[in-house]
């Protein structure tokens, strides 16, 4: 029985490249302006649940520190 597999891999790595390019990656750093707190969350979003990421940024919004100050929030994109 003879096996092709120069067909299968071509297919393999294209699928591959597919779901790697459909990858969002975000890094965000919660920081207060008035003491040393600092805290970072790294997480990744397929393309199609790109709404996942907006809550989640929704709820980092209003989040502030113990000292009672608002925390600034910055983010860090890889598409």
Request: glycine share 2%.
């Given at each position: 029985?003879?096996?092709?597999?120069?067909?299968?891999?071509?297919?393999?790595?294209?699928?591959?490249?597919?779901?790697?390019?459909?990858?969002?990656?975000v890094r965000a750093?919660?920081?207060?302006?008035?003491?040393?707190?600092?805290?970072?969350?790294?997480?990744?979003?397929?393309?199609?649940?790109?709404?996942?990421?907006?809550?989640?940024?929704?709820?980092?919004?209003?989040?502030?520190?113990?000292?009672?100050?608002?925390?600034?929030?910055?983010?860090?994109?890889?598409?």
């Amino acid at each position: 029985m003879e096996i092709d597999y120069n067909n299968n891999n071509g297919n393999d790595i294209k699928s591959t490249n597919k779901l790697a390019s459909d990858l969002i990656k975000v890094r965000a750093t919660l920081s207060c302006p008035s003491c040393s707190y600092k805290k970072s969350f790294k997480n990744q979003f397929r393309l199609k649940n790109i709404e996942h990421m907006i809550v989640s940024l929704k709820c980092f919004d209003y989040m502030t520190c113990s000292c009672g100050e608002l925390l600034s929030l910055n983010l860090d994109f890889e598409i």
